[in-house]
C-alpha cells in the first residue's frame, strides 16, 4: 500500500531545514473516521477516538489500524473527545454530550455513565484527567450546570461557582503538572487544585496579561511545562505565566507569530518548543523556540489537537478530516519520490514489513554505475547503517547499527545513492 508522503523545505536564514508529515487516512492506515482524541499506551500501541454514530475506538500500532471496538449498544451520535488510561488498563473516555465512557481491552468490556445510570447531574463531559490518586475529572464545556465533575470510584461529584473557587462554570481545558496538580481553565481565570492536600487556588488571570474581553478570556488550551511547572495557554493567542502566576510572555493573534485566536491545541515538546494548532481561518501547525516562530501549513488540513510522542521525537495531529497526521520535526531526510529515475535504477519495498528483527532489501543498479550507496537513517535523520553495492542484489538488515548495536523500535528510512540518482523508502521496526 503507498503511503501518503508530504515534504516541506523551510527556509530560515538561507539554511533548508526539511520537515515532511505522514497521512494515515482510509487509504492509508485504515483510518475511516474524524479523529479527535489520541493516547499512546507503548511504543506500538496507540488508542484513537472519534465522531460517529456508533462510539468505537481504533488500536493503531503507529502504521495502521490493528483492530476497531465498537461501544455493543447503539448510545447515539458520539465525540470521543479525551482518551487517557487508568493503572489497571482501562480507558476512560469522554463522550462530550453523551456521558462517559470505559473500555477494558484485556475482555473487551465496555462501560457507559451518564444521567440516567449514575449520580451525574451533566452528560456534557469534555476534557479528561486522572489524577495522582486514581480519580477522574472531567471539564463540561458550556454546560452552564457545572463546571467540572470528579468521580472516585464509587460517586461523580460536580463543582461549581457555588459550591468551589471556581470563577466560572464554563470550564473547557484541564492540565495537571509534574507534581499532580490540577489546572481548570475557566472564563476569566485559569483555577488549580492539589489533589493531595484538597486546596484550591484561583491564580491566573488572563487579563493581567493582556487585558482581554471576556468573550476571549476563555482559554481554548492548558499545558504545563514540566519542571519548570510554567503554564502556557491559548486563548486570544498564547500567554505564558510562571508557577506564581506572574506573566512571562505575550504573542498576540494575527500576527506573525500566532495565525488565528482558535488553538485547541498545544503542547511543550521535549526539546522545549512550543506547538499550537489552528483548525479555523488557518489550517496548520506554528513552532515557538522561546525566540522565533514557524509556521507549517499542511496542506489545507484543519489540526486538531497535539500530541508528542512519548519514545521518539515526532507529533501526532488529531484533524476535522478524516485523517491522523504524523509530523517529524527533525528529518534531514528527504523522502520524496523521483519518477524520473531510469527503470534500471531502482529499490523495492523492504519484506517483511513490519519487520522483527531482520528484514530484506532488494534492488538494482544501473550496469557500470559507481559508489553506489544503500544507506539506513532513524528519523531524525541520524545514518544508522550503510553498504556499498557494486551491482544489483539484496542486503538483509538485523535491526543493528554499523557497531553492532541493536536498534530501537519505530520508523526508519532506507535511501540508494548512486550517480546522482536516489530513491529513499520508508520501513517499519516492532520489537
Known amino acids: 500500500m503507498k503511503k501518503s508522503i508530504f515534504l516541506l523545505l523551510v527556509f530560515v536564514n538561507s539554511l533548508a531545514a526539511q520537515y515532511y508529515y505522514e497521512v494515515f487516512d482510509q487509504n492509508n492506515g485504515g483510518v475511516q473516521y474524524e479523529i479527535f482524541s489520541f493516547y499512546q499506551e507503548s511504543d506500538s500501541v496507540y488508542w484513537l477516538g472519534g465522531v460517529s454514530s456508533d462510539p468505537w475506538v481504533y488500536k493503531f500500532n503507529g502504521d495502521s489500524v490493528v483492530a476497531i471496538f465498537q461501544h455493543p449498544s447503539t448510545a447515539g451520535n458520539t465525540i470521543f473527545s479525551h482518551i487517557q488510561q487508568d493503572s489497571t488498563g482501562k480507558l476512560w473516555i469522554t463522550g462530550s454530550g453523551n456521558g462517559v465512557f470505559t ?9 457507559h455513565f451518564t444521567t440516567q445510570n449514575t449520580n451525574m447531574i451533566t452528560d456534557t463531559h469534555v476534557f479528561l484527567e486522572i489524577d495522582i490518586l486514581g480519580r477522574i475529572w472531567t471539564s463540561q464545556s458550556i454546560d452552564t450546570i457545572t463546571g467540572i465533575t470528579k468521580y472516585d470510584g464509587t460517586t461523580w461529584t460536580s463543582y461549581g461557582v457555588t459550591n468551589s473557587p471556581l470563577a466560572s462554570n464554563y470550564v473547557y481545558p484541564l492540565a495537571q503538572d509534574d507534581k499532580g496538580r490540577l489546572y481548570f481553565g475557566a472564563m476569566g481565570y485559569i483555577s488549580s487544585f492539589n489533589p493531595a492536600t484538597g486546596i484550591w487556588n484561583n491564580n491566573f488571570n488572563p487579563t493581567v496579561c493582556n487585558g482581554f474581553s471576556a468573550f476571549e478570556n476563555f482559554p481554548e488550551a492548558l499545558f504545563v511545562t514540566p519542571n519548570e511547572n ?10 505564558i505565566w510562571d508557577s506564581l502566576a506572574n506573566c512571562l510572555q505575550n504573542h498576540l493573534p494575527y500576527t506573525n507569530d500566532v495565525k488565528s485566536d482558535g488553538s485547541p491545541g498545544l503542547i511543550q515538546d521535549s526539546k522545549g518548543n512550543i506547538w499550537i494548532s489552528y483548525y479555523f481561518n488557518f489550517d496548520g501547525i506554528s513552532k515557538y523556540d522561546g525566540t522565533n516562530w514557524e509556521y507549517f501549513d499542511l496542506n489545507g488540513e484543519e489540526i486538531y489537537f497535539i500530541y508528542e510522542d512519548k519514545f521518539s521525537y515526532k507529533l501526532w495531529l488529531t484533524t476535522w478530516s478524516n485523517k491522523l497526521i504524523c509530523f517529524y520535526p527533525d528529518s534531514l531526510v528527504s523522502i520524496s519520490e523521483n519518477n524520473n529515475l531510469p527503470q534500471d ?5 523492504n519484506y517483511p514489513n513490519p519487520f522483527n528483527p531482520t528484514t530484506k532489501i532488494s534492488f538494482n543498479l544501473p550496469n557500470g554505475i559507481k559508489n553506489a550507496s544503500l544507506t539506513i537513517f532513524n528519523v531524525l535523520g541520524k545514518e544508522v547503517k550503510t553498504w556499498k553495492p557494486n551491482n544489483s542484489g539484496e542486503v538483509v538488515w538485523d535491526g543493528k547499527d554499523e557497531k553492532g548495536n541493536s536498534t530501537s523500535s519505530g520508523t526508519y528510512f532506507y535511501q540508494l545513492k548512486a550517480g546522482g540518482l536516489s530513491q529513499t523508502k520508508k520501513m517499519t521496526l516492532v520489537k
Open 345 to 349: 535504477f531502482t529499490l523495492s519495498q
Open 230 to 239: 510554567n503554564l502556557i495557554s491559548t486563548a486570544y493567542g498564547l500567554v
Open 103 to 111: 473500555f477494558n481491552e484485556a475482555d473487551t468490556t465496555w462501560e
